[in-house]
């Protein structure tokens, strides 16, 4: 984001002042962490290697950020710059990028005990790039763009419809970049067109990357701002909640079926199902209606070997679109028995088991909290060979371990689970 500066006389200035904080309060929710009064504790000033130490950002919880890199001819104008726009509870780097430079800053931000350097793993660490714009003219142009590293275990959370971002999956990281290049007027969090969430359960600490792509011949400096909390998309990433299953297997070599179930209640015409090499960029590849119906399915009959990803697009009677989870089914054989339940860390509602099996068979899937109790069961119809199973309602679990498992007759496989809120 580009602040520009306004000349006003002192009436003008404080009406601009007054319509600044409506349209500011209108767009501010309060964050889980406040992340103000940074002071360096380490290194020198705006520097890679150097530490800062933001005090309280939660009760008995601050937070001390290293700048690990910093790419060259992109520097660090100011560490955490709170006096041109967006909010005194983010972390606000000012960055700036030579004419026709691609490069970023990156940080390590670890949550520690108050006064002391001692790691204090959170139950869950949203954070929301916001604002994450561009500009864009015939003659050249200026894209920003955040990269969340990735441990394994994360949630990514976006608005689908509208949105001028463009997601990367690569490995060990995420990014989120603006492709559209229109610039917004305001840091806050009413452009949802230009924000993305991710929430990192069960740790201390994460690396973020903060970056402009500058593709003009001079320096742009540019306020960058992420934003410690949750944030509720309309078109949102995560699952439809309509649906109380989706679930898929490979039959055969050739032939991949997909099974869903939705609430007897629910408003959906079709079901457009979509399929990715990547689970990023998904194409049609088939539609089914649905209206009045509880269960539905879609054979792919690609004559593909390879794995894909698959996801469903319910669209209901008033035009409203939402996104099922997304099944991933593997090509290539996998030891039977395996049982992989994705994510492990599970904030959202929903969860998916893949399981690979000998034989055809029946199975139950089951949920267990720390008691050894089975707080949900699920029977499930296993083909021979990888099977993805889509587990609903678990949102309304408590916080905490859980054992999740897949078992018959003659076999039971389980995984360890963390359900977070």
């Not at 950020?65 to 790419?71: E, K």
């Not at 007897?264 to 990023?280: F, L």
């Not at 088939?286 to 209206?291: D, M």
């Not at 309602?393 to 007759?409: A, C, E, H, K, P």
Request: proline letters at 3%.
């Amino acid at each position: 984001m580009m602040i520009m500066k306004v000349i006003c006389t002192p009436l003008k200035a404080s009406f601009f002042a007054l319509i600044l904080t409506i349209v500011t309060l209108a767009g501010y929710a309060q964050p889980e962490y406040k992340f103000k009064n940074a002071t360096l504790i380490s290194g020198t000033l705006n520097q890679a290697g150097s530490s800062y130490r933001f005090p309280v950002v939660k009760t008995g919880v601050d937070a001390i950020v290293l700048i690990n890199f910093i790419s060259p001819d992109v520097k660090i104008v100011d560490f955490d710059d709170n006096a041109n726009g967006g909010f005194n509870d983010a972390f606000q780097p000012r960055l700036q990028a030579k004419g026709n430079t691609s490069g970023y800053a990156e940080f390590k931000i670890t949550f520690v005990r108050a006064g002391t350097s001692i790691s204090m793993p959170q139950s869950e660490i949203p954070a929301t790039s916001i604002d994450v714009d561009g500009s864009k003219t015939a003659r050249d142009s200026m894209f920003e763009y955040d990269e969340f590293m990735i441990p394994g275990t994360y949630v990514l959370d976006y608005d689908m419809v509208g949105n001028d971002l463009r997601f990367m999956y690569k490995p060990g990281s995420v990014i989120g970049r603006n492709v559209k290049g229109i610039e917004k007027d305001l840091i806050d969090t009413v452009a949802k067109e230009v924000m993305f969430t991710v929430v990192y359960p069960s740790t201390s600490t994460f690396t973020i990357r903060i970056g402009l792509d500058n593709q003009r011949n001079g320096a742009e400096t540019r306020q960058r701002s992420v934003y410690f909390k949750r944030f509720t998309y309309q078109n949102s990433f995560l699952p439809a909640t309509n649906l109380t299953s989706f679930s898929g297997n490979r039959s055969n070599n050739t032939q991949v079926v997909l099974n869903w179930r939705m609430n007897k209640q629910h408003s959906y015409t079709n079901a457009t199902i979509e399929r990715s090499s990547n689970g990023t960029s998904f194409g049609t590849i088939g539609q089914v209606a649905v209206q009045g119906k509880d269960f539905s399915s879609y054979n792919d009959n690609s004559m593909e070997t390879s794995s894909a990803f698959y996801r469903l697009k319910m669209i209901e009677s008033s035009g409203k679109v939402t996104y099922s989870t997304v099944v991933y089914i593997k090509g290539d054989a996998s030891p039977a028995g395996k049982i992989n339940v994705f994510p492990s860390v599970i904030a959202a509602d929903y969860a998916n088991i893949n399981y690979t099996s000998d034989r055809a068979t029946t199975a139950k899937i089951a949920l267990y909290d720390q008691s050894g109790r089975m707080v949900l069961s699920q029977d499930v119809n296993v083909s021979v060979g990888s099977n993805t199973f889509s587990v609903n309602g678990l949102s309304r679990f408590n916080t905490g371990q859980y054992i999740m498992s897949v078992s018959g007759n003659d076999f039971k496989h389980a995984q360890q689970i963390l359900i977070t809120k």
